[in-house]
């Protein structure tokens, strides 16, 4: 890894590549699209993205590319930025200053669920982790229009997690490994609502107040679950990438 770096910067590369590596193990790609990105500390106004044409498992922390909160290219490279990872990363890192990583995600599972009108229900335990963390933002077209900043922004507000009617899925944690957590849970709790509303049989609803005392829950034990969920996440990589990681913890 390039040396001129500082250490938070060098760490944001290390946990970024590691997210995007394991996405790919997930099977939650879609060729060369979707991004995620990560704003790097010690350094303001700017976050960081992958390589426009890669796939995430040729992602490496040398090659991701620093960019502005308007998409303007930071760092010396010769690829270049997806201009929708720029509108959607760009506008959700400059409105929340609280949120250091945003994933953005066209799985099947994602779409199909942000598809139907009544969006990602609570009828499993993976979806109270998100209960009333949920936003949705109605379909504009593909994400290149610097209109639809306004929009995102808005139907974000201060959630963490947005459904993109027929578009995919956005998430926004304050850290790397919080992002990803927050991904997996969405994208187990869409799994279970298909394969549940596929049965064809009655659901069985959950209370509100359980609803509300499984998300408290889920929220008081988020900071202490976080640190091991990232490890063992980490531990399914064979990369170099994840060593300084795994000996830093």
């Known amino acids: 890894m390039r ?11 290390l946990e970024l590549t590691a997210a995007y590596h394991l996405a790919g193990k997930f099977g939650w790609t879609d060729l060369i699209y979707t991004h995620f990105t990560a704003c790097i500390p010690d350094q303001e106004g700017c976050f960081l993205i992958n390589p426009f044409g890669l796939h995430f498992h040729e992602v490496t922390p040398d090659n991701l590319i620093k960019v502005d909160f308007d998409g303007n290219i930071l760092s010396d490279t010769t690829y270049e930025i997806n201009p929708a990872g720029s509108v959607i990363h760009g506008a959700t890192h400059a409105a929340r ?15 199909a669920v942000s598809s139907v009108r009544d969006g990602l229900l609570p009828i499993s335990q993976h979806a109270l982790h998100l209960y009333g963390d949920i936003a949705y933002h109605d379909y504009e077209g593909i994400a290149m229009r610097e209109e639809e900043k306004v929009t995102i922004v808005r139907d974000l507000g201060m959630k ?3 459904l993109l009617r027929n578009h ?8 790397v490994p919080e992002a990803f957590m927050l991904a997996y ?4 709790a869409a799994e279970m609502q298909i394969k549940t509303l596929a049965q064809g049989m009655p659901i069985c ?6 609803c509300e005392r499984a998300y408290e829950q889920a929220l008081a034990k988020r900071e202490k679950h976080l640190k091991l969920e990232w490890l063992a996440l980490l531990r399914l990589l064979d990369t170099p990438y994840v060593r300084p ?3 830093a913890a």
């Open 3 to 13: 040396t001129h770096i500082s250490e938070k910067e060098r760490q944001t590369r």
């Open 97 to 111: 200053p609280d949120v250091a990583c945003v994933l953005h995600l066209h799985t099947a599972n994602g779409v």
């Open 160 to 162: 963490k997690v947005m």
């Open 168 to 175: 995919g899925t956005l998430i926004a944690g304050a850290t």
């Open 185 to 188: 849970m969405l994208e187990k």
């Open 205 to 210: 609803v959950v209370p509100t107040e359980v």
């Open 245 to 247: 990681l795994l000996n």
